[in-house]
């Protein structure tokens, strides 16, 4: 893993919608080939934190320095260009005239540019990561005919075919079982290490956070509030105060969070 | 044969054949976008627009496209943002539209059949000036479509992940309200403000049904509108009916025959067969 540039440079970030305060002042600086787990509360600003980096939320002030210059209102688009991002499931009319082929696609689409169509040469690009997702039986189907978690191994391919520096995920497990769940987060961790992506992964649930991040942000209420490696910050005290919980429920909850880490680990 | 053998029949078939293929291709949008109701508000605000533009004496067409430009970007934001479930703010818009068009057609003096006219439509008395207006708008519908496919396809499957490959979604979006305007606009006279949503809706709802490719989709529902406004031709010359009225049921009648015989009503089956592109 290389390490040592930093990528993604945000300074007192502050973001609302409206009346919210969604971001309350977020500072934080990331290295290429982290894989950073962001955790807390619904609500608690991570989502926001995601369209920051890639230019899609918009700031009331601070610097957002990401893959080497400034967000301006105007340099998103080519920014989202080098950035792949996978949200949650969203459910798909099964009638939906796209093919698994299509939607994988749509991730050259912003990295071509206007007026130029996918060559063959883009096609098997295309090709190459549906088969590194597992999905090449697949690619001729409807993409509103698949599973959830089918759904997201798609969207993880369209985002490799970006060919992207930068890899969000958003709550990409959620909705989804424990299977499908599992699958995809080793899924993730297996493409984060073979293409040396600088990868953020956010979520709500504790359960879905892959226990292989090299770092874990808290944030809670808009504001970051703990940033370390996730042996620190995974324990009782922190938790409790992170979701308003009392120590002694963190502490039953814990050990089934554990379970899941050895199973993790007998997995691999 | 005589029925080509007029000139108000052939210009009937060209306006049908223009109008049936921009309407079609618009409807696409509003069927893969899930927004059934933008098309009704829209072509409700034109028909009130052209109606202020009959009142207060200037070119009912170009109140129809300023005031259906005027529902796209109310429409527009409040979709985009999402702050709204986009049905209730179509449904106080649409209703409102009409609510307007009937005031001016009670402001309105005299005879009120020019107004009438505008909204049961009358393809039969098509001008000259009307076609070229149906050619124009059919021309840039369709080659905007072809230039900008791939940005057209990621927008309408799915804004946010088109925002997120770096494709300037928004634009697109109200590109496409744009387009949606100018279609109403320019079919206003021909087809009329209260038909005017069949012709976009139900041949792209019939098309929804048979194909999983949206190149297909977009053929299959310009070959239905047009069929749609030459059928209901024939029957409005055959038996002296409306011709408005004929067209909108052919275009229901394409649907529901399309629904019936959909393969898509068997998805399970439809799973173990592979689609194939192009």
Redesign the interface.
Known sequence: MKMGNTVIDIENAVVSYREDVALRGVSIKIEEGEFVGVIGPNGAGKTTLLTVI?G?GKLLSGRVWVLGGFLTPGSG?????R?G?V?QV?NI???????V???AM??R????G??K??DKGDWKLVDEMLELVGMTHLA???IG?LSGGEQQRVAIA?CLA?EPELLLLDEPTASLDWKAQTEILALVKKIHDSRNLTTLFVTHDLDAMPHTCDRVVLMKDGLIFADGPPGELIATDKLSRLYDMTASVVEERLPHMHRNNSMHGRGQ | MEIFGYQFMQNAILSAFLGGISCAIIGVFVV?M?MPFIGVAMSHAAFAGALLGIWLGFDPLIGAFVLSLAAAAIIGPLADRGELSPETSLGVIFSLMLGIAFLFMGLMPGTKSGALELLWGSILTSTRGDIILLAVVAVIVVGLIV?????I??TV??R?????????ATVVLYGILFLTGATVTASLRSIGGLLIFSLILNPAAAA??L????K??FLLAACFGVLSGWVGLLFSYLFNIPSGATIVVTSSLIFMVTAIFSP?RK?KG??QQ????E
């Open positions: 890639n899609l688009h080519s920014l989202r260009r950035v991002y949200a969203e009319d099964p009638r939906m005239p796209m093919s082929r299509d939607v749509m991730g689409y912003g990295v071509l206007l007026f169509r996918p001729q189907r409807p005919h369209r970006q | 893969l899930h230039v900008f496919y791939k940005e396809q990621a499957f799915n946010g992940i088109a925002l997120s490959v770096g494709l300037p929804y049904q194909t999983y490719s949206m297909k989709m898509k998805v439809w799973r592979q689609i194939t592109e």
